[in-house]
């Protein structure tokens, strides 16, 4: 008597997918959904899948099993798989391509990208994807056979029988679109595996594609990089919990507006993130000239931001004064709840600044630092209510790197550290709570890094073999292309000379007139001043081989295994002494920061994470060898902390932080 079966979640949601702690753990893997959305889909009544919320992963597999689709407007539907390094596992990579295409489906499926129901041209229009439905009256809808006409077969509902859409030009779209994913892939092996098995959808009938899907899986699964990509997930949630070592935890507080002080570059892309976020925004400059440079910016990065929106039906209102300022009338501090400040980065000034602050805005208001290093104590100290003086890191540009590196100093209330974390959360970007040291978290451990790229071209290197190395890796851009791109005279300065070995080279190289592209000369050449295509520059060769003539070191060969290791275990010392110095809560805090603010490849989880994979007692070693062979470079000698680790029989990750003797607070 069943006329039809309908499928749909709970509580506003059809279903976000598998449990990702099952994927790591083989006992709670349970039964495999493939064959159950093919239960389904061989059903002899209709089924149909009423979608509200989100469909995700797992979720829109067994959508796809089903004869019908309907969706709320505000659905949306994706295959995030990759973004954990896997594949649509339950037939997913088979019955998208039936329905959508092979090119919808390659960019849904390589990407993780989730999309809400405004249809890509290249979707077919069916009627499927498009019906608006409240939920409580789908069964009425359904059953008065809107789609379900009496009599109606239900084989050419079933994806798993439909020919995949041919393209006149299914080769050539492929191999094209395999460059493509391999690109942006950086090294990541699950975009190019999901194309592999969608490809197959194109070559196999649906049984085959199933199988080869399912090997392509099983590869992944067990491949480290989908370990990585999952500790990343996690340890990205695992940092919205933050303590200090006086035992403050999170919490909320809510604030309205804030205040953007200093438009260059940092205070243009932070004004655009807050009005992004709907935030009601009042930007200051010190002079006219200046705000109407830094208005003209922001305009153009807020035009650009609000076309991007459109395009996901989105909208964006920054004409409207009552949510958007400028001025140059210090008086409108009095009423903002939060100020940001971004002036040039030198102490007097920003002290002088504070001071200004804390004397005008209101009791409440909270005042936050964009420093890249100064030290929030002393800029804290002009204030008459350090309390609520915090640093927020922001990385640039500032209305697209996730990170915010959130620094407390000694008197930051609980409620301050919170409500910067909450502006990281309403900002959508990911704030990490970490103490107040030179550099903070990520450019502390940013320095030897840089220094040891540098010592690598005195003793016989060339910029574009030590970035072809750290490319290869997985960053996005190696050190030299990264300070030609940011400009060697802006660089902060990464090594003290007090007995420690230091190296001139950047400062040699801006004296020659060569400060990066902007010039179109620095550790390469470019085509112009301002030019991006970086040629590996004779003159740099032989002024290098110049330079060590003159200071008499030997040039050597330094192979790829040398300068990966040089470069990424100092930067790992590094991370250990701040975990050491309880500078940052844990492992995680670290490998959260690198991996959204300085381009670490996200498939190798971190510098810790990847240190875990690689073995402590193996870079206690290698440090050990280099240190030795450069005694007067501080930042290879093996912290106290990561000897204590491997003398303790190299534990894991989770449980590095109870070797240290501070208390370690719980929350
Ligand atoms: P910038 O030189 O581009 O801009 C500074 C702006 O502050 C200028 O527009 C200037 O007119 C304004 N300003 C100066 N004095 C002022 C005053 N008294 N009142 C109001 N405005 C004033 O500098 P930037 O690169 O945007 O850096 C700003 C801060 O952010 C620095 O502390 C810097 O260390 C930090 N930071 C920079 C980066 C980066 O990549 N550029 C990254 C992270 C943090």
């Not at 439905?133 to 050419?156: E, H, K, R």
């Not at 002080?261 to 655009?272: E, Q, S, W, Y």
């Not at 100064?374 to 008459?384: D, Q």
């Not at 498939?603 to 994470?609: A, I, K, L, Q, T």
Request: aromatic residues 8%.
């Amino acid at each position: 008597s069943v006329k039809a079966v309908m499928i749909c979640g709970e509580n506003g949601k059809f279903s976000a997918g598998a449990d990702i702690k099952g994927f790591s753990s083989p006992k709670r893997r349970g039964i495999a959904l493939g064959p159950i959305v093919s239960l389904i889909e061989r059903s002899e009544k209709p089924v149909v899948a009423a979608i509200e919320g989100v469909a995700l992963g797992g979720g829109l597999e067994v959508a796809l099993g089903c004869h019908y689709r309907i969706a709320h407007v505000k659905a949306r539907m994706g295959l995030p798989e990759v973004t954990i390094g896997l594949l649509p596992g339950a037939e997913g990579t088979q019955r998208l391509p039936r329905l959508v295409g092979v090119p919808a489906a390659l960019d849904m499926i390589t990407t993780g990208k989730v999309l809400c129901l405004v249809i890509p041209p290249a979707w077919p229009k069916t009627h499927e994807f498009l019906l608006p439905m409240y939920l409580p009256d789908v069964d009425a809808l359904f059953c008065n056979s809107i789609f379900l006409p009496p009599g109606q077969p239900l084989g050419p509902r079933r994806l798993s029988l439909k020919p995949v859409p041919k393209l006149p030009n299914m080769e050539a779209f492929l191999s094209e679109a395999l460059v493509k994913v391999k690109k942006q892939a950086h090294g990541c092996l699950a975009p190019e595996l999901c194309f592999q098995a969608v490809k197959a959808a194109t070559e196999q009938p649906f049984a085959d594609g199933v199988r080869r899907e399912q090997e392509l899986f099983n590869v992944l699964l067990t491949s480290g990089q989908a370990q990585a990509l999952q500790y990343a997930f996690f340890a990205e949630r695992a940092v919205q919990k933050w303590t200090t070592p006086s035992g403050a935890s999170w919490k909320i507080s809510d604030s309205v507006s804030l205040l953007s002080l200093g438009l260059g570059t940092m205070g243009r892309g932070i004004v655009t993130s807050l009005v992004k976020a709907k935030i009601p925004v009042v930007a200051l400059e010190q002079d006219l000239e200046y705000l109407n440079m830094g208005r003209k910016a922001v305009m153009f990065l807020l035009e650009r931001e609000a076309m991007k929106m459109e395009q996901g039906a989105q909208t964006l209102d920054f004409h409207n004064p009552a949510r958007l300022q400028f001025t140059v009338d210090f008086d409108v501090l009095r009423d903002v709840d939060l100020v940001i400040e971004a002036v040039f980065e030198n102490m007097a000034l920003k002290k002088e600044i504070f001071h200004k602050l804390s004397r005008i805005c209101k009791p409440g208001a909270f005042l936050c630092t964009n420093t890249s290093a100064l030290n929030i104590n002393e800029i804290a100290s002009a204030t008459s209510r350090p309390q609520q003086v915090i640093g927020t890191h922001f990385f640039s540009p500032a209305h697209v790197m996730k990170l915010l590196e959130i620094i407390y100093g000694h008197h930051t209330s609980p409620t301050t550290i919170a409500t910067a974390m909450q502006l990281a959360k309403v900002l959508k970007k990911v704030g990490v709570v970490v103490g107040n040291c030179f550099g903070f978290a990520g450019n502390r451990m940013m320095f030897p890094y840089a220094q040891q790229a540098v010592f690598l071209l005195e003793e016989g290197s060339r910029p574009e073999a030590v970035d072809q190395v750290i490319e290869d890796f997985g960053f996005r851009i190696g050190p030299f292309r990264m300070s030609d791109l940011a400009g060697l005279d802006v660089g902060t300065p990464a090594r003290q000379r007090h007995g420690h070995r230091y190296s001139p080279l950047p400062d040699l190289l801006c004296e020659n007139g060569r400060f990066g592209q902007k010039t179109g000369k620095g550790w390469y050449q470019y085509e112009k001043a301002g030019g991006r295509t970086a040629k590996p520059d004779p003159w740099l060769h032989s002024f290098l081989s110049q330079y060590r003539d003159t200071h008499r070191i030997k040039t050597r060969f330094i192979d790829q295994e040398e300068i990966l290791e040089r470069c990424l275990f100092s930067l790992i010392n590094e991370g250990f002494d701040i975990l050491a110095e309880g500078i940052a809560s844990g492992p995680e805090h670290l490998d959260v920061i690198y991996i959204n603010g300085y381009g670490w490849p996200k498939h190798r989880g971190g510098p810790m994470f990847y240190a875990s994979t690689v073995g402590l007692s193996r870079i206690l070693a290698k440090l050990q060898k280099y240190s030795e062979a450069h005694p007067d470079v501080p930042g290879l000698q093996p912290s106290a902390f990561l000897k204590k680790l491997v003398a303790m029989g190299n534990p894991p990750l989770k449980e590095w932080m109870s070797y240290l003797s501070r208390p370690n607070n719980k929350l």
